[in-house]
């Protein structure tokens, strides 16, 4: 029965759900569910849901069922993973999928079980849940199984982490949740504080995704954004520029630094040489942030690098652990249905 049942990989995320299969990424969509407030009915779900955001009348409400990284809304979640497992496999599967699902480093028991819970309930014969950390660096093609150390640093929407992978297993790893949305909200609260303007959640994504930068460029290029005036509450535009969203971003980047330097001071010293030597790699949507890579260069004496595929890790490494669940199996979290 098995020959016949798919194995998915998941990057449960905050922002986005990632599934790889096969080979390849099978889905790629954002974490987020529209619902009919009386009757509680899902209407929309991933990027339909998305497009829906801010836009709606009181009777539908579009939320997160993630935050930090890990479920805040239990029923939603489940209900939404199995949408995007009914979308891989086909309504009429015969034969339930396998999924190996990840989850920040250091998250309660209690949130893994959650994890664990909604992906059984959601459809799947059998779900493993991996670290963050590791899976990572196994869909970022690192050499995980043998004893050099590797460092990985996951920059997601929820949450941030960061490890030292060695002989298939993590040695030091640790997570924030700051990450992606927390940028987000620092560009809010800057543009409303400098031009009295009050700007959407998905306004300030965008301007970081187009214009942002971690450290101010050569180019300063500009953007401009509307929102409504704090003090007419007309609407009103004003201009940003990439320097302007550097200043921003200071004060959640500079969390972000201080926990990938607590584990270099946590990582033994023969592995510290090998990450001077190797450098770090940088995925999870936030490494496609401009001068990132030089930001932690410069912070953290370790040369920093952006995986080939950033978006794509955590799920590919999902997928590969799957594919070689005996090995990883003593380096994964023991879970009970």
Request: proline share 6%.
């Amino acid at each position: 029965m098995a020959w016949f049942s798919k194995d998915i990989g998941i990057d449960l995320g905050t922002v986005n759900v990632l599934c790889y299969e096969s080979g390849e990424i099978v889905l790629h969509e954002p974490s987020i569910v529209a619902i009919q407030v009386d009757e509680q009915k899902i209407v929309a779900v991933g990027q339909e849901a998305k497009e829906m955001q801010g836009r709606t009348p009181e009777t539908i409400e579009v939320l997160r069922p993630m935050r930090d990284g890990v479920i805040a809304d239990y029923e939603v979640t489940e209900r939404m993973l199995y949408y995007f497992i009914q979308k891989i496999c086909g309504p009429f599967r015969l034969f339930k999928p396998r999924v190996m699902v990840s989850v920040p480093y250091g998250v309660t028991s209690v949130e893994s079980r959650a994890v664990h819970q909604a992906a059984l309930q959601a459809g799947s014969r059998e779900a493993f849940l991996i670290p963050e950390p590791l899976a990572a660096a196994i869909g970022a093609g690192l050499p995980t199984s043998t004893p050099t150390g590797n460092m990985i640093v996951d920059l997601g929407g929820g949450a941030s982490e960061a490890g030292i992978i060695a002989v298939n297993g993590i040695v030091v790893a640790n997570s924030i949740r700051i990450g992606g949305m927390k940028l987000d909200d620092a560009i809010v609260a800057y543009v409303r504080k400098k031009y009295g303007l009050v700007i959407g959640e998905p306004t300030a994504e965008e301007a970081k995704i187009r214009i942002g930068a971690a450290v101010p460029m050569e180019e300063d290029l500009t953007m401009e954004v509307q929102g409504r005036d704090q003090v007419t509450g007309l609407p009103r535009t004003a201009t940003l520029t990439t320097s302007e969203l550097a200043e921003a971003m200071i004060e959640p980047l500079n969390s972000i630094i201080g926990m990938i330097k607590s584990v270099l001071e946590k990582t033994p010293p023969e592995l510290v040489s090998d990450t001077i030597d190797r450098g770090m790699v940088v995925c999870g949507g936030g490494a496609l942030l401009r001068g990132i890579d030089k930001l932690l260069t410069k912070e953290t004496g370790v040369p920093a690098y952006v995986a080939d595929n950033p978006l794509a890790c955590v799920a590919i490494g999902c997928g590969k652990a799957l594919e070689n669940y005996e090995l990883l199996k003593p380096n994964l979290p023991r879970m009970y249905s």
